[in-house]
């Protein structure tokens, strides 16, 4: 069964750093592409950024191009997304999921990040 834990949420100023880390339990992380989302309230979950199973970064959300980079570690099965130059509107729940089919099969249970103007 896949668990996956995320953690590095908080509260920054604006323009600030925070790097997001999301651990995974269970086996073959390296068969997995993993993402980051965030979600703000009352609204749909929207896709950040993406990593092919290899580490090669497939999808940045327009929004955060420049400012925001993803990496996995297929050893440690971790997948970090480091945020740099943090605005008011980059608050919001962030969730790390993983997939080998289509859609994201599975969910971490989110971090909330808070950027303060």
């Known amino acids: 069964q896949v668990q996956l834990s995320e953690s590095g949420g908080g509260v920054v100023q604006s323009g600030g750093s925070l790097r997001l880390s999301c651990a995974f339990s269970?086996?073959?992380?390296?068969?997995?592409?993993a993402a980051w989302f965030r979600q703000y309230p009352g609204m749909e979950r929207e896709s950040v950024a993406e990593v092919h199973w290899n580490g090669a970064a497939t999808y940045y959300a327009d929004s955060v191009k420049g400012r925001f980079t993803i990496s996995r570690d297929n050893r440690k099965d971790t997948v970090d997304l480091q945020m740099n130059s943090l605005k008011a509107e980059d608050t919001a729940v962030y969730y790390c999921?993983?997939?080998?089919?289509?859609?994201?099969?599975?969910w971490g249970q989110g971090t909330q990040v808070t950027v303060s103007s």
């Open positions: 999921a993983v997939s080998r089919a289509y859609d994201w099969t599975y």
């Open positions: 269970g086996r073959a992380f390296e068969t997995y592409r």
